[in-house]
């Protein structure tokens, strides 16, 4: 059965694309069908993270308004066979998405896709809206920070509120993937630590995602981390976050790329 799943915040700047392009190669290197979808219109990141600019010829916007079929904008990862992206238009407005068009477009990936990944743009206006709207999961990316937090727990309340499952009386299943963590830092007190990030937004962890210089060079190479550089810190927790999202219980860690050594979360198990 296909899940539909967004990756959300209320805040720019956490890590939603790189996470959505890692969770989306770390999912189909299992053999899953995958789709990673871009709603940031007007934007569009989500190709260059994947290495897959130059091979944009129609998007979402062109599918939403039947200007093209969705198998013309699909564009097929070269590297694994099993992951696909439909980008987003970096020229067109959020207002040509229209609520009938995201339907139908969601509806065509079921039928092709396990998973249909939507990464969203930040906020909770109508951009965020459309990605939430077919979610049957949530990733919820956070920063170990005030602000990103409290912007985290709005995106909370809009998952319950304005999505399909929500309109049903049902809910979302939500995760927390918490990036650019530290525990040195958050030692220190310049950061939250996880367990203050648990207590504030009380939904269940998905992953950890250490600060490390390799999500960033991943991205300017255009390859998602968990492809790049699979035995690095990221990406091992990214692997680790999709194995969750699969349904396996894996313990909780948080990988350091010092000698490999995994620092444990005082025995938290993903929920």
Partial sequence: MTKVLVVTSG?????????????????????????????DVGLRNLDLVLGAERRVVYDLINVVQGEAKLAQALIR?????????????????????????VDRVISE??????????????????????????????????????????????IIGVLDSKTLKAEKGEHVEKHLLLTRY????AERGEMLKVEDVLEILSIPLIG????????????????????SNPTSAPARAYADAARRLRGETVEITIPSDKKGLFNKLFGRRAA
């Fill in 208 to 227: 950890i995602i250490p600060e490390s210089d390799e999500v960033l060079r991943a991205s300017n190479l255009g390859t998602p981390v968990t492809i």
């Fill in 109 to 154: 990936l079921r039928e092709k896709f396990d998973w249909i990944i939507c990464d969203s743009p930040a906020g909770i206006e109508r951009g965020p809206t459309l990605a939430m709207r077919h979610a049957d999961v949530a990733v919820v990316v956070t920063n170990p920070e005030v602000s990103s937090v409290r912007d985290s727990d709005r």
């Fill in 182 to 185: 530290d525990v040195t830092r």
């Fill in 11 to 39: 805040k720019g700047g956490v890590g939603k694309t790189t996470s959505t392009a890692a969770l989306g190669a770390a999912l189909a290197q299992t053999g899953q069908n995958v789709v990673v979808v871009d709603f």
């Fill in 77 to 101: 990862d070269k590297r694994i066979e099993t992951l696909s992206l439909l980008p987003a238009s970096q020229t067109r407005d959020k207002d040509a998405l229209t609520e009938e068009g």
